[in-house]
């Protein structure tokens, strides 16, 4: 009897692989890390072969670990992080490392190509501005930058896609990814030969496009082998890690709205009506017929994570005495201080920023330090930044008419509830946390449910296998303080633009 679905999430840090019973309950999962490289300034890219050894390593773990057999498990869903651009040949080996999301090194040819293009032409076709972190510059930057790859591509793939890609021998694109290039038709979801053409981008480095939740393949021979999978599982296309965790969220109604809290941050507003604003960022949900209008940004949780492997060595040193995490550590220590951190600001524009600023250029910032302030002053600051982007995101969405009035937030910061309680005091909203850790693989096996009838409905499938664990209310108390220093986030960032932008690496 198939009593499991696996979820394998690629992010950016690490594989999150995880067996889910049917009811979404956790029944066994593993993880393994690789490294992101960053050779240049502007520069973050990672090899997608660690990917895989990464997905065939937390699998093999699985087995050894828990009492699940490979053919108990009913179906496969593969999420993964957005834009990139992996540069695979006729054989199926991968020629490069890929630029990941973080990466502007293509800022230049977006420039060239909004001029010789025309930047209201595409964003009225793909429903994004371009950017240098999306797919589009990138595989143009193979072009000039490494001819000797580009003439050897025969095809892009996404992280997802190539993990699918590595199990069933399937090149394939799911919905929800295509939003990752510019030649892609945000209203009819389909390829736009046209402006393939306008762009550069050859027609034949493109995969079809499948809905996130049908069956493209079956797990092969050679892919039992590394992995230890069972010849014939099928796997669905999968989707984007956000919009897998929006569906891992509940959210799957118009209106309602997922908060990330994993190594990026931001938001996804569910809706059924198309609402395209240059300022923020469009794809296709993993739910048929419904969109995503999403903010995404470089300072979510890696930004803490950072600030625990530079300064927690002390809570680290704790941790193995007393069993108390140093991410628990500096959760207490940012409780015990007062709202607004008295007066310390932190900008978390670690990897330059996404939406809605889209500044290749911009910088972390510090702004309100003196003697005064501790390691728990940083640690708030650190996580009111975060929650002063979010904000910064949800309110141009209200902008252009998308508003909501709860959220429902994943990922490993919503683990904390100080740093949970701060987003629901600086954005107003009242925020709503299921299972969060597995959010992501949850959404990812959600569609191999629905792909092979495990699951009559996406309703069916969220009423059975999403738990509410706690609910944050805003606190009106903090109003005052976080409506002041929302303002000081915005005025420090439109103060030092300038700067940024005139900054040259030395």
């Avoid at 296709?284 to 995503?292: D, E, K, Q, S, T």
């Avoid at 904390?416 to 959010?439: C, N, R």
């Amino acid at each position: 009897m198939k009593n499991y679905l696996l979820g394998i999430d690629i992010g950016t840090s690490a594989c999150k692989v995880v067996v889910f019973r049917l009811d979404g309950s956790v029944a066994a999962q593993a993880s393994a890390a690789y490294p992101v490289y960053y050779p240049q300034e502007g520069w973050a890219e990672q090899d997608s072969e660690d990917w895989w050894k990464a997905v065939a390593s937390a699998l093999k773990q699985i087995w050894k670990s828990w009492d699940i057999a490979a053919d108990e498990i009913a179906g496969i869903g593969v999420d993964g992080q957005s834009w990139s651009a992996i540069a695979v040949d006729r054989s199926g080996k991968v020629l490069t490392n890929t630029p990941i999301w973080m990466d502007t090194r293509a800022a230049e040819i977006c420039d060239k190509l909004k001029h010789q293009v025309g930047a209201e032409r595409i964003f009225d076709l793909a429903s994004n501005s371009l950017q240098p972190s999306y797919g589009t510059a990138k595989v143009l930057w193979y072009k000039e930058q490494l001819p000797q790859v580009y003439e050897q591509i025969d095809t892009i793939l996404q992280s997802n896609s190539f993990i699918v890609y590595r199990l069933t021998g399937e090149q394939t694109m799911d919905k929800s990814q295509g939003y990752g290039f510019h030649c892609f038709d945000m209203k009819r979801a389909c390829w736009d030969e046209k402006m393939c053409e306008a762009l550069g981008i050859p027609v034949s480095f493109l995969q079809r496009i499948c809905e996130c939740s049908e069956v493209v393949g079956k797990v092969t021979a050679e892919a039992v082998r590394f992995t230890g999978l069972a010849l014939g599982t099928p796997v669905v296309a999968g989707g984007l890690d956000a919009v897998c965790a929006t569906l891992g969220a509940g959210v799957i109604h118009p209106g309602e709205t997922q908060e990330q809290g994993g190594q990026a941050g931001g938001m996804s507003i569910c809706l059924e009506t198309y609402t395209a604003d240059p300022r923020l960022i469009m794809s296709w949900h993993v739910v048929p017929g419904r969109w995503l209008l999403q903010g995404g940004t470089t300072g979510g949780g890696g930004t803490l994570r950072w600030f625990e492997q530079e300064f927690a060595a002390a809570e680290r040193a704790e941790s193995e005495r007393t069993g108390k995490t140093s991410f628990e550590q500096l959760s207490e220590q940012a409780d015990e201080v007062s709202a607004g951190s008295e007066g310390l600001i932190f900008l978390p524009y670690m990897a330059g920023e996404r939406s809605p600023i889209w500044n290749p250029k911009a910088k972390g910032v510090w702004y309100g330090m003196d003697f005064s302030k501790r390691r728990g002053h940083f640690a708030r600051a650190i996580m009111e930044g975060v929650a002063y982007s979010l904000r910064h995101n949800l309110e141009t969405a209200r902008e252009c008419g998308a508003d909501t009035s709860e959220l429902h937030a994943m990922g490993g910061s919503a683990n904390s509830l100080v740093w949970t309680q701060i987003k629901a005091d600086i954005t107003g909203k009242v925020i709503k946390v299921p299972a969060s850790d597995t959010a992501t693989t949850l959404g990812a096996a959600i569609l191999a449910g629905i792909g092979t009838g495990v699951y009559d409905s996406f309703e069916h499938a969220v009423r059975k296998t999403i738990k509410l664990e706690r609910v944050h209310e805003p606190n009106p108390a903090h109003q005052a303080v976080y409506q002041k220093g929302y303002r000081t986030y915005l005025q420090l960032y439109n103060n030092l633009k300038e700067v940024m932008n005139d900054q040259e690496v030395i």
